[in-house]
């Protein structure tokens, strides 16, 4: 026994030495490895789509270019976009999706000057004369050339939309099915009463690469007759996800999230006062819709927030990534997670595997499971391009990290709902930390810590006992 005590920190020691050392080798692979899909996905593109498509490691030049076209291509006047003078500073694109500083990214970057060299030939050169910090950084706030400004303005040379769907995405009938209706909104899956027998409204809004079946699924089957007859559930498929659009030429930031919500949702139920429920980055989206609407909002429980504050001098965006997606390969949901944050194109390989064959993976789950297994979870993994998860991901998660205190605090001050979280105690993909954190902030918050649940099984698995949870968190708000 006593040695059993003493080994153990030194296992636990070796363990972490272990992890960080084959961590370093398998993400200087991947590195490489990820510049060597970017070119083969150049080819592949041009070759099926006849185009160069930019993308976000090729060069920041033409990135930057590909925001700023599309920032200035919105109609009337872009809150995402300050043109002060000859200065385009870009509030709601993540910093993330064009630079991600690390050592060991940049070791194996600079052993790999050959092939970028190679690589950024091929590319046209439109000048933008951004700036570029000596280190090779780039700031939120680039210099245009005066010129370009006016050549983007004229929308002259104008990206050409992207066909859609792209060929590395999904042509099945359930995720191309919002490109035959003409309405540009999201799914929203309605249940409650007929006629308008609804005293309350429910909001629900799912994590990253999931669904409005992860409610529906699960939670919904759950409620009482009572819940049933008085409430209007309304859960929504996210911008880009499940059958919602997917457009190729948006850039899934909050705002966009956002304003799609209140289009698809809000103003045409009519929706007066509400409760929400959101999981993991659905978090952040709720927030920022209670801040747009302080009045409305009758109670806020939270599933699993993703919320890092940001320590005063660090970079706010790059900060929430490295917590995010620390490059470590165990444990496992943290190795996926910073696949999906650090590499386009492997991501994107990924995408092209599950999501444009999701339909072949169902009908493996249910062979294999002899059709026991219920493959809503899939259906929602499945459901999205890789265009989507890669926006939202870096622009919801990374880019929120400068504005979610402003959001608590905007809680805490000007809304006296109830809030509520829940989280798993062995969520290893988003610490218990987080929502302790949220409380530091909004001390009126309740944070329920659920033994032995992760960040999916939080919600799935005990439906049962959380459909009574909300009711009763609905019950008392409503009083
Ligand atoms: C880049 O260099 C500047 C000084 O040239 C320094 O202040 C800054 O911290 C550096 N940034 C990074 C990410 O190394
Ligand atoms: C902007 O760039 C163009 C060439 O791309 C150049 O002809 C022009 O003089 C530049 N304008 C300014 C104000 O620097
Ligand atoms: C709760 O939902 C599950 C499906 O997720 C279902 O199998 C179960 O029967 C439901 N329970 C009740 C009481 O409806
Ligand atoms: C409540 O409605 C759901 C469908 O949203 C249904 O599956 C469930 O059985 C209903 N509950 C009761 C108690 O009728």
Redesign the pocket.
């Known amino acids: 026994m006593g040695i059993m005590v003493a080994t153990r920190p030194v296992l636990t020691l070796t363990g972490r030495v272990i992890n960080n050392v084959v961590s370093f080798i398998v993400f200087c692979f991947l590195d490489l490895f990820d510049v060597i899909l970017c070119i083969v996905y150049k080819v592949v593109d041009f070759l099926i789509e006849a185009e160069w498509k930019p993308c976000y490691c090729s060069s920041a030049k033409e990135a930057i270019m590909r925001i700023a076209t599309f920032l200035l291509s919105e109609p009337g006047e872009s809150k995402v976009v300050c043109l002060r003078s000859n200065k385009l500073q870009l509030d709601d694109v993540s910093e993330t999706l064009y630079s991600r500083p690390s050592l060991v990214s940049e070791v194996s970057k600079s052993t790999l000057k050959e092939l970028k060299r190679l690589k950024v030939e091929g590319t046209t050169s439109r ?1 933008s004369h951004s700036e570029r910090i000596k280190n090779g950084t780039l700031r939120s706030t680039f210099t245009i ?3 370009i400004i006016e050549m983007l303005q004229g929308k002259i040379g104008g990206q050409q939309s992207h066909p859609i769907p792209r060929w590395s995405d999904c042509h099945c009938s359930t995720c191309t099915s919002w490109i035959s209706s003409c309405k540009e909104t999201l799914y929203v899956r309605v249940e409650g009463p007929k006629g308008n027998k609804a005293r309350e409204d429910v909001l629900f809004i799912h994590g990253f690469i999931s669904s409005s079946a992860f409610w529906t699924e699960t939670l919904f089957p759950n409620f009482s007759g009572a819940t049933n007859s008085s409430y209007r559930l309304m859960a929504v498929d996210l911008l880009g996800f499940g059958r919602s659009p997917k457009p190729t030429d948006s850039l899934y930031t909050l705002r966009e999230h956002i304003e799609m919500i209140e289009r698809s949702v809000l103003n045409p139920y009519k929706v007066k006062s509400f409760h929400m429920v959101a999981h993991s980055l659905g978090c952040i989206l709720a927030l920022a819709i209670a801040v747009k609407h302080p009045g409305a909002v009758k109670s806020l429980t939270l599933i699993a927030p993703p919320y890092f504050p940001v320590p005063k001098g660090e970079q706010a965006n790059q900060y929430v990534l490295r917590k995010v997606a620390p490059r470590r390969v165990w444990p496992l949901i943290a190795f996926g997670a910073s696949i999906a944050c650090w590499y386009e194109h492997i991501s994107r390989t990924i995408c092209l595997l599950i999501c444009k064959n999701h339909r072949f993976w169902e009908w493996l789950a249910k062979i294999v499971t002899r059709n026991r297994m219920r493959t809503f979870m899939l259906d929602g993994f499945c459901c999205h391009t890789h265009n989507a998860a890669w926006h939202t991901l870096h622009n919801i998660i990374c880019g929120s990290a400068g504005k979610i205190d402003e959001y608590l605090d905007a809680v805490r001050d000007q809304l006296t709902c109830q809030v509520t979280i829940f989280h798993g105690k062995d969520d290893e993909l988003v610490s218990l930390h987080c929502s302790y954190d949220i409380r530091k902030r909004i001390p009126r918050a309740d944070v329920m810590v659920i033994d032995k649940k992760d960040h999916i099984t939080i919600v799935v698995g005990r439906q049962k006992t959380f459909a009574r949870e909300l009711e009763q968190i609905w019950k008392y708000s409503s009083r």
Request: proline share 0%; charged share 0%; net charge neutral.
């Open positions: 000048s050339n005066s010129t």
